[in-house]
């Protein structure tokens, strides 16, 4: 008999009503803001500073991925499975999905196998309308640019070929990344140059995602930089009186979503940024949720460990006031034997010699952790494909670096094969000898705080500045940004810049392209390559997968 699909075990699952998982976080069932039964929003009453402090935060990372990933969103869901199973009171707080993804390549983000959150279907489509509330925000302020464009007063003398925000669309539609707007005369708008992102990548998404309350919401929003004016002087938000507007629609998208995991325990689930271009984590304020409602909270960061733990560590916890007590770093067997030289379709098979030489990247990984003052856990999402021969010798591997590494079988066995993982992320809290601290101080020079992420983090030789990197910098300065952290926008396939460099690379520089500026999020992005902030469709979309009967029934999801 096959494994069943995701949404075979989903829709299989025993699902009680959201009231039920309120009481086990002690929370009365009038505080609840309901969506059907199974869904609902959190008041930000409910946020206790002094709770957070007694609570212990788990932070959940990946060595450098395949292209399919690594599992941490099913690590991440497994192991609230195994905590509640050996007796810890465990809230697990995530992202929420893009539509683009799920019916692109990629697929959900609800977990996978008997590690998953439900209603699956509910979570990765509209959800409770949160990524609908960004996008409307974030083209209700591409709407008042254009209009005062053609203010008859001229308006705040804006600059049609120095407009740089864009309108957004949770959807992958490669057609819109660059259009024209305003064609058809003059009652239709000002001609220029335009174009849609895909809604994670709007800065709207990465402000609701730093932002403490409703107050700090509106002040990024209104600090959000439009364009520029003929003049080459800033222009920001505030100055359209857009943020009142925009907070409007971003009233209940504020406010985390709590939903369940396939055994019952309490999920709390809000926001999505991209995670290779934004700072890529759920909510400050999700995380902060979940801190005053359990006493171990597990959360991820996107993409590998010196991507979205980097920022993570040096741009949401410093900002938030955050200290993760334990790290737990993911690896496959097959992402080892990706960085050792197989090939995709020898990802599943044995070979102890790639395993070897693919173990130098997460080696890396490792070390990096250390560096933030957290001694990692690796946690061995286990496949069928795996050998015991490997699996010991990766254990040996990193025990030798003074690491456990334990087998998670969170996919196949839910919370019973996650206790082992459990217990050692408890033990390695009790010991009390992790000590976050981030990498930089936000207030050294920009130049400064990328050369360290590059070559600490990367293990980069140096870092090469084009001449519009440069100019971006002088810009900087004169707009007052220096003391802003960097989010830094590169591969996610590799260390370096370069996706064709796997393993641990060494003898590399990193080129610095330009920048972008998140004055409303509150860091600045160096780009290293080119970043798609508008994915394509795959030549066969998983849409077309998908079918729905008539009675609602969906299959194909995952």
Not at 72 to 89: R, V
Not at 319 to 334: D, E, F
Not at 391 to 402: F, N, V, Y
Request: some cysteine.
């Amino acid at each position: 008999m096959s494994f069943p699909t995701d949404i075979e075990i989903a829709q299989g699952a025993e699902i009680r009503h959201i009231s039920t998982i309120a009481e086990k976080l002690n929370i009365d069932q009038n505080q609840l803001e309901l969506y059907g039964k199974h869904k609902a929003k959190l008041p930000l009453s409910l946020l206790n500073p002094e709770r957070m402090q007694a609570s212990n935060l788990i932070l959940v990372t990946a060595m450098t991925p395949t292209p399919a990933g690594e599992g941490k969103t099913t690590t991440s869901i497994g192991l609230t499975e195994g905590m509640n199973k050996i007796g810890k009171k465990t809230v697990v707080v995530l992202r929420e999905p893009s539509l683009g993804p799920v019916f692109g390549i990629k697929g959900g983000a609800a977990g996978g196998g008997y590690a998953q959150v439900i209603p699956m279907e509910d979570i990765n489509l509209h959800f409770t309308g949160d990524f609908s509330a960004v996008e409307k925000a974030n083209n209700l302020l591409s709407a008042l640019i254009d209009n005062n464009l053609q203010a008859k007063d001229g308006g705040l003398n804006l600059d049609p070929r120095r407009i740089v925000w864009k309108r957004v669309m949770d959807m992958n539609d490669r057609a819109l990344r660059d259009i024209t707007i305003g064609l058809g005369g003059p009652g239709n708008g000002i001609p220029r140059q335009d174009g849609f992102n895909i809604t994670p990548a709007s800065e709207v998404m990465a402000i609701l995602c730093m932002v403490e309350n409703f107050a700090d919401l509106k002040k990024r929003l209104g600090n959000i930089l439009i364009g520029f004016t003929r003049d080459r002087n800033p222009v920001y938000a505030r100055e359209l009186n857009a943020e009142n507007a925009m907070a409007i629609l971003l009233k209940d998208a504020i406010k985390p979503n709590l939903v369940q995991t396939l055994e019952g325990n309490p999920a709390v689930i809000h926001g999505g940024p991209f995670a290779n271009i934004a700072q890529g984590p759920n909510t400050i304020i999700a995380t902060k949720m979940g801190l005053s409602l359990g006493d171990y909270v597990i959360t991820e960061a996107g993409f590998g460990a010196d991507l979205g733990a980097e920022k993570f560590l040096d741009i949401k916890c410093v900002s938030g006031g955050l200290k993760p007590k334990a790290l737990v770093l993911v690896a496959t067997i097959r992402a080892l034997r990706h960085h050792g030289g197989a090939k995709r379709e020898e990802y599943n098979h044995a070979s102890v010699e790639r395993v070897k030489t693919g173990f130098a990247n997460l080696e890396k990984h490792i070390e990096n952790c250390k560096k933030f003052g957290l001694n990692p856990v690796v946690a061995i999402n286990a496949f069928p494909s795996d050998s015991e021969e490997e699996t010991k010798w990766i254990q040996s591997a990193c025990a030798d670096l003074g690491v456990q590494a334990i087998v998670a079988k969170g996919f196949a066995d839910g919370g019973a094969g996650m206790t082992d993982l459990a217990e050692a992320v408890v033990a390695e809290i009790d010991k009390g000898e992790n000590d976050f601290k981030p990498l930089y101080d936000w207030k050294i020079s920009v130049k400064k705080k990328i050369e360290t992420v590059a070559k600490e983090i990367y293990g980069a030789d140096g870092v090469v500045f084009t001449k519009q990197a440069l100019t971006d910098l002088r810009k900087i300065d004169r707009l007052g940004l220096n003391e802003l952290p960097i989010c830094m926008a590169k591969t996610q396939k590799s260390f370096s810049d370069d996706d064709k460099l796997l393993g641990r690379p060494e003898g590399f520089e990193v080129t610095v392209r330009e920048f972008e500026f998140a004055t409303g999020a509150g860091f600045l992005i160096p780009i290293l390559g080119k970043m798609m902030r508008m994915p394509g469709l795959p030549a066969k979309p998983a849409s077309e997968g998908m079918h729905i009967d008539d009675e609602g029934r969906i299959s194909g999801l995952s």
